[in-house]
């Protein structure tokens, strides 16, 4: 009756069996009953921690960290370095773009309401109007037409014999030597011909009469827009015309002095002359800037273009081009505002219209007044050469040898460009460098670093195509060729200060004239080292111009606010006329230009406004007629009225060369 020990496996390893029925059944049980489990989920949890957690008090638990999350982008680079042309440095830059673009797309969407998005829909409109009409066109022609059309053959294209890679890819077939055509082979293939244009006119028929149909329509909308801008086009010139007449009326005591006022008091002044004030033009928008720079129109004797900015280089801003003319001095007639301040300007003198301006920025640009545009039609750019200093002159040139139009540009960054106008771009070439001679710098590492001398002024040979004068901030004026690059014809130590404006002389061929801010304004032949004439005015001088009517005569301008006109041939020690032209308190004159045909004369200040003056008789004298005398006119008498002059102060051949 007792059990056998040993026999059984310990009670660890003991695994309870269960019938297969009870645990199907328990399953079945567990799957119904929502109730059991419940306790399991609501039992309390004991959270897991890892071992090297820091244990923190209540306070520490409670305690805040605020985070500040920026958009900044983790990427951009922090050390980027430009060179500074104001402080010849490189230096660190501040700001750095924090923009990443992870998408872009360009957009093709027009507005209904723009005038692109109703020309577009009337187009669609036109279109499906056109479908529905070529759709009934077809059926009636289907109705009409009792056998159905033949079937279209295509017409095989012929293997292009020009393409290499055809003709490559083919046998080599050997010539025909000799072709013979007769008369009637030729006539029958022009009849074949004949008739197929015949044959496409009338088909073409039904297409012209929907063709005209679509005209009728668009005349119809077209004409409203048309007639309003011819309506426009007449207004604003009968408009102009109006505002002619009134400001001929409202200045007609000043009309009448331009026309016909002679001074008649010059006989009893001892050969001086006087300045008659005309008309002053100024406008609202130029107020705070400078004139820069005037220059006549020379095809339209009364217009003239003015360009504005400012000398005074703390104080840079925008910059305007105004065109005005003396049949109307309350407004001008173009108006033309850019960016940065315009310092130079030139017309074009076989298209008038064609204006080029240099900018402060180092910018050139071409303004063409055929066009109803505010912005100048071709600008240069950083890409294609722009210069890095102020652009003090700029002159048009001949076009080149494939009819290009061109002008050259001088700036104080030493560099003469010549920008050509091909196919709609600005194309720059440098003509010279000014190398300052004897001013080599010792740069870091023992490097010759060649300072460049600062052109400020020049004026191309009347005659010569290839010579022209630099004047520069040094001083110098420098005689140079197109041809040469790199080096100078000669070189003349002609002033102390800035060369403020060189000109050639517009009769004699070796005359040239130079002001300076050191107050004076020199006359030098271009074939002698030394002056012929030197004038001091006591006073910087902004501006020279020689008068167009003699070889002998010129206008200075100072910044005291004197006008002073010399007279070689009557006096050639003093000048005839020294008046002053603007007041004086806080103002400056900056520049002259002769009219080249009527006998006056536009001044420019630094408040922006231009007057216009009259010249005496006393300041353009002519030879007196004398009773059985013809008086000789012309370049050759004004050529050797000068000549005489320069004969008196030139050394004698034979001291010349001592």
């Not at 007609?252 to 008659?276: H, M, N, P, V």
Request: charged share 25%; hydrophobic share 35%.
């Amino acid at each position: 009756g007792s059990p056998v020990l040993g026999l059984s496996p310990p009670s660890s390893y003991c695994t309870p069996s269960l019938p297969v029925g009870r645990t199907e059944q328990k399953d079945e049980d567990a799957s119904t009953d929502v109730g059991e489990g419940v306790d399991e989920w609501t039992a309390v949890k004991t959270l897991v921690k890892p071992p090297d957690q820091l244990e923190l008090t209540e306070a520490e638990l409670k305690e805040e960290f605020t985070r500040v999350l920026t958009a900044n982008n983790p990427h951009a680079p922090q050390n980027i370095v430009r060179y500074s042309f104001k402080e010849r440095a490189y230096k660190p830059i501040g700001y750095v773009d924090q923009t990443a673009i992870h998408f872009s797309l360009n957009g093709n969407l027009i507005l209904k309401d723009s005038d692109e998005g109703r020309r577009q829909s009337v187009k669609s409109a036109e279109g499906e109007e056109e479908a529905e009409e070529a759709g009934t066109a077809e059926e009636a022609e289907a109705a009409e037409a009792e056998e159905p059309p033949p079937p279209k053959v295509k017409e095989q294209k012929l293997a292009n014999q020009f393409n290499f890679i055809e003709r490559a890819s083919k046998t080599l077939n050997n010539p025909l030597r000799m072709f013979v055509f007769w008369h009637w082979e030729i006539y029958d293939a022009y009849m074949e011909e004949l008739q197929k244009m015949e044959k496409s006119k009338e088909k073409e028929k039904p297409k012209a009469q929907i063709a005209k149909k679509e005209e009728k329509k668009k005349g119809r909308k077209l004409t409203s827009l048309e007639s309003q801008s011819d309506d426009i086009t007449k207004i604003s010139k009968a408009a102009k015309i109006m505002e002619r007449m009134v400001n001929q009326n409202i200045f007609d005591d000043i009309a009448q002095d331009f026309k016909y006022f002679e001074d008649a008091s010059d006989e009893y002044r001892d050969q001086k002359g006087t300045l008659l004030p005309l008309w002053k033009f100024q406008y609202d928008k130029t107020k705070r800037l400078a004139v820069t720079a005037i220059s006549w129109n020379p095809k339209y004797k009364d217009l003239f273009a003015v360009g504005y900015g400012s000398y005074d280089f703390m104080k840079q801003s925008h910059g305007m081009l105004l065109l005005y003319t003396m049949k109307n001095p309350s407004f001008p007639e173009y108006v033309f505002s850019s960016e940065s301040g315009i310092m130079c300007l030139d017309i074009h003198n076989d298209h008038p219209y064609l204006v080029a301006v240099g900018f402060y920025d180092g910018n050139v640009a071409i303004y063409n007044l055929k066009k109803a545009t505010s912005q100048p039609s071709y600008k240069s750019s950083a890409k294609s050469g722009k210069h890095t200093d102020p652009v003090w002159q700029v002159k048009w040139q001949k076009d080149d040898m494939d009819n290009n139009l061109n002008f050259f540009s001088v700036s104080s960054d030493g560099r003469i460009v010549s920008w050509t106008l091909v196919k709609n771009e600005l194309v720059h070439t440098d003509v010279i460098k000014l190398s300052a001679e004897g001013t080599t710098m010792q740069g870091p590492e023992g490097l010759q670093l060649q300072t460049l001398g600062c052109g400020t002024s020049f004026d191309f040979h009347k005659k010569i195509d290839y010579l022209f004068l630099v004047g520069t901030e040094e001083g110098k004026i420098y005689k140079c060729s197109k041809c040469y690059s790199s080096q100078f014809l000669d070189v003349f130590e002609a002033h102390h200060m800035a060369v403020d404006s060189v000109s050639w002389n517009p009769y004699h061929l070796k005359v040239f004239i130079s002001c300076s801010s050191d107050w004076t304004v020199k006359i030098w032949d271009h074939t002698i080292k030394t002056p012929m004439f030197i004038y001091d005015l006591h006073s910087a001088v902004g501006d020279v111009a020689w008068s167009p009517y003699s070889s002998t005569v010129f206008a200075a301008v100072t910044t005291d606010g004197k006008a002073h006109v010399f007279d070689l041939s009557i006096n050639k020690y003093e000048a005839l006329c020294t008046q002053i032209v603007v007041a004086k308190k806080k103002n400056k004159i900056t520049h002259i230009q002769f009219n080249p045909v009527y006998p006056v004369v536009i001044i420019g200040d630094e408040r922006g406004h231009i007057t216009c003056l009259k010249l005496s008789p006393n300041l353009r004298k002519m030879p007196k007629e004398k009773k059985g005398q013809v008086v000789k006119k012309g370049p050759e008498v004004e050529i050797a009225k000068l000549d005489k002059l320069l004969n008196l102060v030139r050394e004698p051949e034979g001291t010349a060369g001592k």
